[in-house]
């Protein structure tokens, strides 16, 4: 509590705090490689940056629907390759090998959790919701890359999340065609998410 008359951290501070990672100031603007890593603008979110690089990959996802599958799944993998240069470029620029505004794990772990998920809203969000909670989670092997500090352990864990999200979705859309199958009211939800 500050004392009378002083005023109170500011809100950049307080998140600094609460974990948001950066390292010293750095020098120079950023270069490609910081940019991508930042998903542009998604990375320099004064909250939650990789809620909203999630966010921000919902768009790609939607564009790659488009493509065979195999060509989703060879875009992803290159993605993937390129995130891990630009996070090791990015977390020296910013000082921290995991720094906040490093978010395009994030894009691919997301893309790996929608990997042949034909796009509709329901399953766009469904997908957000749990390559979110496992990113947050990181049940092993995500807590194990999650220690190796470089642009591999960056986006690893994130990969690793987004198939532990993958194959709850496959559940969950498994059953949902059993049980909109049955004539139940989950029938318009099975149709939406689950196709």
Same mark, same amino acid.
């Given at each position: 509590?500050?004392?009378? #008359?002083?005023?109170?951290?500011? %809100? !950049? ?11 010293? &100031? ?13 998903? #542009? ?13 999630? !966010? #921000?990959?919902?768009?790609?996802? @939607?564009?790659?629907?488009? %493509? ?25 620029? @910013?000082? /921290? ?9 994030? =894009? ?11 796009? &509709? ?5 469904? #997908? ?11 049940? @092993?092997?995500? &807590? ?14 994130? /990969?690793?999340?987004? =198939?532990?999200?993958?194959?709850? !979705? ?5 059953? !949902?065609?059993? %049980? ?8 318009? @939800?099975?149709?939406? =998410?689950? &196709?």
């Amino acid at each position: 509590m500050p004392a009378p #008359g002083a005023s109170s951290p500011g %809100l !950049l501070s307080r998140l600094r705090r609460r974990g948001l990672k950066r390292g010293p &100031s750095p020098k120079g603007p950023p270069g490609p490689a910081v940019l991508f890593a930042a998903w #542009g603008p998604c990375g320099y979110a004064p909250v939650a940056p990789g809620t909203f690089g999630t !966010l #921000g990959a919902i768009p790609l996802y @939607w564009a790659l629907t488009w %493509l065979t599958w195999p060509a989703y799944l060879a875009v992803t993998a290159a993605l993937t390759a390129l995130a891990m240069v630009a996070a090791q470029r990015a977390g020296r620029y @910013w000082g /921290v090998a995991d720094a906040s505004p490093i978010v395009v794990d994030e =894009v691919a772990g997301y893309l790996v959790t929608m990997a042949l998920v034909p796009f &509709s809203w329901p399953a766009a969000i469904a #997908g957000f919701v749990l390559f979110r909670i496992f990113d947050v989670l990181k049940p @092993w092997p995500a &807590s194990a890359f999650d220690r190796v500090k470089n642009g591999f352990g960056v986006v690893m864990d994130d /990969v690793a999340a987004g =198939v532990f999200a993958w194959c709850t !979705l496959q559940f969950v859309q498994l059953a !949902l065609r059993l %049980l909109a199958g049955c004539g139940t009211v989950f029938h318009w @939800w099975c149709v939406e =998410v689950g &196709s």
